[in-house]
């Protein structure tokens, strides 16, 4: 990991353990590819959490946005998960 993705966790983390009383309810919002295995890949990060997840394809359909309401433990387990999806080719975090 680059530096300065590793100092944007940093602070992630940081102004969550500030702003958020844990465990907490957490909104994940992803941009994807619309590409059925790399939607399936981000809904599997977050299986058997509890998590709802709502997919919405863009108007041209070339990309799927993913919202993932799901109870966090802590924020180094917010950012955990940020860093594991990361993987996903083309993903963007919002």
């Known amino acids: 990991m680059d530096k300065r993705t590793e100092e944007f966790y940093e602070?992630?983390?940081e102004e969550l353990r500030t702003t958020s009383d844990?465990?907490?309810?957490?909104?994940y919002k992803f941009i994807v590819p619309t590409d059925a295995t790399k939607i399936l890949a981000v809904e599997n990060a977050f299986n058997n959490m509890g998590a709802v997840?709502?997919?919405t394809?863009?108007?041209t359909g070339?990309?799927?946005s993913v919202s993932i309401n799901?109870?966090?433990?802590s924020?180094?387990?917010v950012v955990a998960k940020y860093q594991e999806v990361s993987t996903i080719e083309g993903i963007i975090s919002l």
Request: glycine share 0%; net charge positive.
């Open 62 to 64: 070339k990309f799927t």
């Open 70 to 73: 799901v109870s966090m433990l």
């Open 57 to 59: 394809q863009s108007r």
């Open 53 to 55: 997840i709502n997919t």
């Open 22 to 27: 844990w465990p907490t309810l957490y909104l």
């Open 75 to 77: 924020p180094e387990h």
């Open 11 to 13: 602070r992630l983390k």
